[in-house]
């Protein structure tokens, strides 16, 4: 079971907490099984499938005694071209490599698969920081309207899963140069600060993902430039209003709340003892 925090309900949390926590929550929504099956690759588990998705694995002779899977990461890749021919869900044309608990990648599939699958997938997001005097700024990025996934929703200034064959630091300079025409030199300067894991019902499937969050101070006088067209424009405002943004709203893409809370944490935004609750919230250590 996947639950990071109490009913917000729970008088041990301040009142001024429940706003952030149910950012928390809702990227915890997932119980595992929840009527799901194991997924394995040879005699490893490597992800969880509905009912629906079991129907369809079994009619392609995929059954295994425990659950459903391949026999070898060799045959992940074409499973989920078939998946797609099938139209279980709508091809992303990226590969996205498939780790075991260990980190060693087994295989790839197509990124759409991933949640199909119910597969573990990597992906990196950047806090864009401005430092004014006192005042701590952070650049935001509004989500194209022709984005699939949660269209028109304000990000990060860089944020993107992991490719096959990418690790965490060449994801962010690679995306850093796509997304906001950050050169790589810069780029290369972002800071690895936390990791962040959650698993989420969504309706392209279950989500469970593994976010590296990195920190990058800019220059005052940097403006991206979104080259790849999936921004629709940024905005530099000040952390107070982003915070405000967070505590009020649904504005932000859903898994950015998540880094959001994590940098309000680091940057001394809450006081201690509601730092630790949402710490060991982010950490799933509130059960």
């Known amino acids: 079971m996947h639950a990071t925090y109490r009913s917000v309900s729970d008088k041990s949390f301040p009142p001024a907490l429940e706003p952030f926590l149910r950012h928390i929550a809702a990227c915890n929504s997932a119980v595992l099984p929840g009527g799901r099956l194991p997924f394995f690759c040879g005699a490893e588990q490597i992800g969880w499938v509905s009912p629906t998705t079991a129907q369809t694995l079994q009619s392609l002779g995929l059954q295994k005694d425990q659950g459903f899977g391949v026999n070898t ?89 992991m490719s096959a064959g990418l690790d965490p630091q060449t994801t962010v300079i690679k995306e850093a140069q ?16 936390s990791r962040i894991e959650y698993a989420l019902e969504r309706p392209e499937g279950l989500r469970r993902d593994v976010l590296h969050c990195y920190d990058l101070l800019l220059p005052q006088d ?49 006081a201690p003892t509601e730092a630790a609750i949402l710490r060991n919230a982010l950490t799933g250590g509130a059960a």
Request: hydrophobic share 45%.
């Open 73 to 161: 990461g060799t045959e992940l890749l074409p499973l989920s071209q078939t998946l797609c021919d099938m139209g279980l869900y709508t091809s992303h044309e990226e590969a996205f490599d498939v780790r075991n608990d260990s980190g060693i990648v087994l295989g790839q599939v197509d990124r759409g698969a991933i949640p199909v699958l119910g597969l573990a997938a990597e992906g990196v997001h950047l806090n864009g920081l401005v430092e004014r005097e006192d005042v701590l700024f952070l650049w935001v990025a509004r989500r194209s309207m022709s984005k699939r996934l949660d269209p028109g929703k304000l990000d990060h200034l860089v944020a993107g899963g």
């Open 178 to 193: 796509e997304e906001a025409g950050i050169p790589a030199e810069l780029a290369a300067t972002a800071r690895a600060v």
């Open 222 to 270: 940097f403006t991206p430039i979104a080259e790849d067209g999936e921004v629709e424009s940024f905005h530099l405002l000040p952390i107070q209003e982003v915070v405000a943004l967070v505590r009020d709203t649904d504005a932000f893409k859903f898994n950015v709340n998540l880094v959001l809370i994590d940098l309000f944490i680091r940057r001394g935004l809450f």
